[in-house]
């Protein structure tokens, strides 16, 4: 569901980025709210070192923060194929939101907004995340898409699902390595 | 290790398999002393139950000694002796803090694929499909028990396995069936399906405090049993409705359980026409006992229901439910809520769960166990395996 709030927030986002790699107006946009039985405080903290991201996204290899609020990105596909980039963070409120883009000459571009609020009946916090990334075509056309996979929702549902549970558990569910018949 | 492998309907092997390792923080790895096949696990061999995969391992009753614990698992020690329950809760999401311990956020894998098909994530089971997180059962040597910190009931020495192995699921089952009756004093408890399920919900019912239990099959053996737990018995014939408005005097049960689900036999032309339906994949369950509870059930009534559903239900009697004003309870059992009071129970000497086990056999003859609990050979009401 694309709410007015959403546009409004995301329209912010473009205003204050420097360089923006995603033109006003370019890219598909995903989003998803998850409850997090956990506080606003300790999600944000969590988030705002971004060398945590790669633990909950299945994609994302490495993320290094060089200083002054830019990062470098390294996402690896099912392939093999790797795709690198710079992002800055445009907007920081501790305990609030967070807001990146991806910086010029970007492999994949992309931009997203993070907010945390304290969710009703202290069940923890809701966490909104909108993201925005280049669709298919120009230079990698077909591998973006493939990389993205057919289904980006899908994608972001289950890194969100794994960030989730790893925030309430201390670890993410997986069957990797369990046994099974036929292939011994 | 030796394990029971799904690779299609009716088609169930022993293979054997590399053993399981610790993954996570929060497992334990168990030597699985009794197991048992579930009458849900029959869904499984019938082909009823979507993303199942070749290989998947089954089994959702089992218990045993921990062999292993991951470096997060505070509570449990190699030599402890445990049940564990068939549904996997990381006890610290929302749902499992209010102790809805099978609607867990954090314990399945494949999360996003029930979040479709359900509009939320569901739980982890162990050995129910790949929707269900595709963990490895129990029908076999060794368990890898996930949060093993939370689900695991430690048993004294003394207690026997079979007194206590099904507290991992269907004694809880029949018992949250029970207790979602909300019986009281004088009230009478109509069940439909006497098979182990049935069989717990009819114990339990009296547990809980029912004057009258009805039990409903077309199994005589079945109903023998359920005659042995004190039970009036109806014979499942086409006159259902008339027999139980009959046997309780124009009113009709206070509480109606479908111990059958999905797969309900049946010679009513509702019956029928569910499973024609189901067998050119119109993907409808045969839900002709769950309509027949709404019918008995009396005016505002509860018709409780442990057996399992997974898809659509044709012609489900919405109209003839709001009339009555019908009270409907459902779902996957909360295992962890019933584990430790049911073995009290069972300690105290209220009930011996092993009366349900007609069948014992090796782990090496699982297969032979399937068939013949789903074709009820040999009287079999339910079987348990010992590695």
Redesign the interface.
Same mark, same amino acid.
């Given at each position: 569901m694309k709410t007015r709030l959403v546009e409004k927030n995301y329209s912010r986002v473009r205003a204050v980025a420097s360089q923006p790699s995603l033109k006003s107006g370019e890219g598909s946009k995903i989003e998803k709210s998850l409850t997090i039985n956990r506080s606003p405080e300790e999600i944000y903290s969590f988030w705002r070192q971004l060398e945590n991201w790669p633990r909950f996204m299945q994609h994302i290899q490495s993320v290094n923060q060089t200083g002054d609020g830019i990062s470098h990105w390294v996402m690896k596909t099912s392939h093999d194929r790797t795709f690198e980039w710079d992002a800055r963070i445009i907007e920081d409120k501790p305990g609030q939101m967070i807001s990146w883009q991806s910086l010029e000459g970007a492999d994949v571009d992309n931009a997203g907004s993070v907010w945390f609020t304290p969710a009703t009946g202290g069940r923890g916090t809701v966490m909104k995340v909108v993201m925005k990334y280049s669709p298919p075509g120009g230079k990698l056309g077909s591998v973006v898409a493939k990389l993205m996979g057919d289904s980006p929702e899908k994608q972001l549902a289950q890194d969100l699902f794994r960030m989730k549970s790893l925030l309430e558990t201390g670890e993410i569910p997986t069957i990797e390595g369990q046994p099974r018949g036929g292939k011994q | 290790?030796r &394990?029971l #492998?799904?690779?299609g309907k009716e088609d169930v092997?022993v293979?054997?398999?590399?053993?399981?390792?610790i993954? !996570?923080?929060?497992d334990a790895i168990v030597r699985i002393t009794t197991t048992a096949i579930c009458g849900s696990d029959l869904h499984l061999y019938g082909g009823f139950v979507p993303a199942m995969?070749? $290989?998947?391992?089954l089994g959702h009753e089992f218990m045993g000694e921990v062999v292993e614990v991951g470096s997060?698992v505070k509570n449990l020690k190699k030599g402890d002796r445990v049940v564990v329950p068939f549904t996997i809760a #990381? $006890?610290? #999401? /929302?749902f499992c803090?209010h102790k809805l311990w099978s609607a867990c956020? !954090?314990? !399945?894998?494949n &999360?996003?694929e029930t979040?479709l098909e359900t509009g939320y994530?569901g739980p982890?089971l162990f050995g129910y499909s790949h929707a269900n $997180? $595709?963990?490895?059962g129990g029908q &076999?040597e060794y368990a890898?028990v996930? /949060?093993a910190d939370v689900g695991p009931l430690k048993i004294p020495d003394g207690i026997p396995d079979e007194k206590v192995i099904f507290l991992s699921d269907i004694f809880p089952t029949g018992y949250q069936a029970a207790e979602n009756c909300n019986i009281t004093a004088g009230d009478t408890v109509a069940v439909w399906g006497c098979g182990p399920v049935g069989q717990f919900a009819i114990r339990s019912a009296f547990l809980l405090g029912a004057e009258r239990v009805i039990a409903i099959d077309d199994v005589p053996e079945r109903l023998e049993m359920a005659r042995q737990s004190g039970a009036h018995t109806i014979t499942g014939n086409g006159h259902t409705f008339e027999d139980v408005k009959e046997a309780t005097g124009g009113m009709g049960p206070d509480a109606c359980i479908d111990a059958v689900g999905l797969e309900a036999h049946g010679s009513t032309l509702d019956a029928k026409l569910d499973k024609a339906k189901m067998s050119v994949k119109l993907a409808t369950d045969r839900a002709n006992v769950l309509r027949e509870a709404i019918h008995c059930c009396r005016k505002g009534g509860t018709v409780s229901v442990p057996g399992v559903y997974m898809s659509a239900v044709d012609k489900f009697p919405f109209g003839m439910a709001f009339a009555k004003g019908v009270n409907i309870r459902m779902g996957q059992t909360q295992v962890q809520n019933y584990m430790r009071p049911l073995l009290k129970h069972i300690e105290d000497g209220d009930i011996d769960p092993s009366f349900v086990i007609t069948h014992r056999l090796n782990l090496n003859d699982a297969p032979e166990g399937y068939r013949t609990f789903r074709e009820k050979h040999d009287k079999c009401i339910k079987v348990v395996l010992n590695p």
């Open positions: - | 290790m &394990a #492998c799904w690779y092997r293979e054997r398999v590399s053993d399981p390792k993954l !996570n923080p929060h995969e070749e $290989g998947d391992i997060e #990381c $006890g610290r #999401c /929302f803090e956020d !954090n314990t !399945n894998p &999360a996003y979040e994530p982890g $997180g $595709g963990y490895a &076999a890898r996930p /949060f």
